[in-house]
Each structure stands twice: as C-alpha cells, then as structure tokens.
C-alpha cells in the first residue's frame, strides 16, 4: 500500500483541499488502499506539496505549478503516479 504525505498551507485554510483529495483517493482506488499523512504549515505559506512517503518523490507541487489538486487532470496525473508506485 502506497502512503502519500501532503503538506499544506494552514494559514490559507487549505484542509479541504485535502479533505477532497482524500475522498477522491477513496473513489479512485477503494478505501484505504492509499495511506495519507498530513502537515499543516502554521501560516501562509501556499503550499500544497504531496510526497509518496516510500521514497521521498515529490510528486505533485502546487509551488511547481500543479495547483491544489482540484481539477481532474491534476488528479489524474496524481493517480498516475500512485498507480506506477504500487
């Protein structure tokens, strides 16, 4: 099972980008195949950074022009990369 860390931005209120990205893991890939962890930067930072934990691989950065994971093919390509990774 695959684990990702997501690190987000506490101080723009950016939980429920990841709230969302956690039920959109459920849909895509049944509950609890993927393992999350989080950290809520204190303050604005603007991150949204989500790491596979395995291997360290930043693999998705809304600082690297990826967003906050809300379209579908942001998701998409995160899926992706889950997907290689298992």
């Known amino acids: 099972m695959p684990t990702i860390h997501v690190q987000y931005c506490g101080g723009w209120g950016y939980k429920k980008y990841y709230n969302a ?3 959109a893991l459920d849909d895509e890939f049944g509950s609890g195949v993927v393992g999350t962890t989080f950290t809520a930067d204190p303050g604005t ?3 949204f950074e989500i790491t596979l934990v395995e291997t360290g691989e930043l693999i998705h950065s809304k600082k690297g022009g990826q967003g906050r994971c809300e379209s579908e ?3 998409q390509a995160l899926f992706a990369k889950i997907r290689a990774a298992m």
Do not use: D, F, Y
């Open 21 to 23: 990205l956690c039920l």
């Open 45 to 47: 930072t603007g991150n």
């Open 73 to 75: 093919e942001e998701k």
